[in-house]
Structure formats: C-alpha cells, structure tokens
C-alpha cells in the first residue's frame, strides 16, 4: 500500500515507493506526478552536513557516497534529519545555516546509489538510532485519502451553486489534489487565476501561497476564478 505523505516535497504530493524495514532503514518518495520537485525541511534546525558535487548516479558507490548529493539538518527538537540523492549542484543550503520548517534544501535526483530520481529520508533520534521516518510525517493510508475524495466529491455537489469553492473534509497537505478532490481544475494556470482572485500575489506555485489557498478552500473561502 502507498502512503501519502505532507511537507517533504514543495509540490506536496509525495508518495512513499520503498518503506522502512531493517535491510532499508529509511522511506524513499517521489512526487505523484513524477514531476522534477523542490525538497523542503520537514523541521527547524541547523545544518551539519552538505554534500553538492556528485553528477549522477553510481551503483557501484559504497558508505556516505551512496547518498549522492545530501543534507542533514540537526533539528531543534534534538532528531537528525538525512535529505539524499539530490540533483547535481542544487542545493541551496550550506553547513552552519540556520533554516526553517519549510525552507527549500534543494531538488530531487538521482545521484549516488540511486534508481530514478527520488527522495531517500532518514530520521535518527536524539541517542542516534534511525527510526521510521512516517512517525515523523502526517501521513495517511491511500483507501482514506480515497475515502475522502468521494466525501469531497458528494461535498462539492451540495454547493456548487456558490461563489466559493469549499473543501471542509480534505485534511491533507496538498492544494493540486484538494482541488482534484472537489472535481474542480487544478491545473497551474487555474490556481494562478484562483490566487490573483483571492489576493495572493505573484503567483509562482511556491510552498507558502498553496498553503494559503488551501487554507481558504478548506475554510470555504476560495473565491471561484
């Protein structure tokens, strides 16, 4: 079973492809679409390691190099984050910086030992000992988030009528697929429509303005473009 997973990829539409178990004591993920995404901190903290010079992909790669290009972050609530396989000189993060929750570390790639391009996560705790990274994440099994797109679906036929678009039963992190759940267009020009009618400016697809637009659909508040 996949599992959606929020707030790792910028595109927020992750889908977890290789689980945590004890010979892979991490998570893979790769956007739904397959499209080329922005990895952003799951948490706060400060930057201890950074690696950005590797082209591509060596399966024959042993220790740290397999990660190919990575990041770890020391995060604020004493766990250690490890972003790797990142694109080839796209990270945008340097040792010793303080970032936010959020904040763009860099692309996903395929460098290192890596098949395909693809976000490898690994989470340790404060004593050191990797733990299953979606106990980190907010996550949800693929039969309720399509569960919840059929209650959104019969949601949205109630107020069609309206100016507003509305999805009250949507609990998840992505804007594309919140409008996909309520049948509305979710296409890039639409949502540039939707946030220059809702006051959102120079929209560029970014972390900060979907949350924001995804807050005011979930309150009922969109405006229809």
Do not use: C, W
């Not at 901190?41 to 950074?50: H, K, Q």
């Not at 733990?131 to 069609?160: F, G, H, M, R, V």
């Not at 303005?209 to 005011?216: D, G, P, T, V, W």
Request: aromatic share 6%.
């Amino acid at each position: 079973m996949n599992i959606i997973v929020t707030h790792v990829l910028e595109s927020m539409n992750e889908v977890v492809t290789n689980n945590y178990k004890q010979s892979h004591q991490a998570i893979d993920i790769v956007p739904s679409n397959n499209i080329e995404t922005d990895i952003i901190a799951l948490d706060s903290g400060t930057v201890e390691t950074v690696v950005n010079n590797t082209k591509g992909p060596n399966h024959q790669s042993k220790g740290l190099a397999t990660y190919g290009n990575y990041v770890e972050i020391k995060q604020n609530n004493g766990k250690t984050a490890l972003y790797a396989h990142m694109k080839y000189n796209s990270i945008k993060v340097n040792k010793g910086d303080q970032i936010q929750k959020g904040d763009t570390i860099g692309t996903i790639g395929d460098t290192g030992n890596a098949y395909g391009k693809h976000l490898h996560l690994e989470i340790k705790n404060e004593n050191g000992v990797r733990e299953n990274p979606i106990n980190t994440l907010n996550t949800t099994s693929q039969d309720t988030y399509k569960q919840t797109i059929q209650e959104n679906n019969q949601s949205i036929k109630k107020t069609a009528s309206t100016a507003f678009l509305k999805a009250p039963n949507y609990h998840y992190g992505s804007i594309v697929d919140a409008l996909k759940s309520i049948g509305s267009n979710s296409s890039y020009n639409y949502r540039k429509k939707l946030a220059e009618n809702n006051g959102i400016q120079n929209y560029h697809g970014t972390y900060y303005q979907n949350i924001k637009m995804l807050k005011l659909l979930k309150n009922g508040q969109l405006k229809k473009a």
